[in-house]
């Protein structure tokens, strides 16, 4: 059974996922829904000092995925607004993080595409996987090539 009133939206900082989240605070202001915006992150097979020289021995991919996730929350809804969204910091692949989430979830909401994937492309892995798995409706935005989504 839905436990229905709350809008899970993943959110990586790319600009196709702050036009979801702008999409999913304005859809909550208008059902009463309250927004669980959810990023996450995993470790690269390879280390992470293999992949990036000179990184920080104290370098903390959970700490930098949630900085990411308020910054992104902050500077797309404001301050205010910020503050009324629930903020998920979760480990793991994201599509299958975003499934976790929306599980008893009334909606969830994703970019077309994040950082990972071709930009041409009308649709990203985590979205098509999204679309295809989720235990509830999916809105994917997308936005007008040089303008925004209304």
């Known amino acids: ?31 009463g829904d309250t927004v669980e915006a959810v990023i996450s992150w ?4 390879a280390g992470w000092a ?11 991919p959970e700490k930098l995925a949630g900085q990411i996730l308020s910054g992104s929350v902050e500077e797309t809804l404001g301050a205010e607004a910020a503050a009324t969204v629930t903020q998920k910091v979760m480990i793991g692949n994201a599509a299958q993080a ?17 950082y ?9 892995s985590v979205g098509l ?4 798995h989720a235990p509830c409706p999916v809105v994917v935005v997308r936005g007008n090539v040089g303008g925004t989504v209304e």
Do not use: C, K
């Open 116 to 124: 990972s994937g071709f930009r041409a492309t009308l649709l990203g």
């Open 98 to 114: 975003l499934l976790e989430r929306a599980d008893g979830a009334s909606l969830l909401v994703v970019g077309n595409h994040g």
């Open 42 to 45: 995993e470790y690269p097979a």
């Open 1 to 31: 059974m839905a436990d229905t009133g709350r809008i899970v939206v993943g959110v990586d900082g790319s600009e196709p996922s702050t036009r979801a989240l702008r999409w999913a605070a304005r859809q909550a202001a208008l059902t």
């Open 50 to 60: 293999a992949l990036v020289p000179g990184l920080p021995t104290d370098f903390d």
């Open 129 to 132: 996987h999204l679309t295809q």
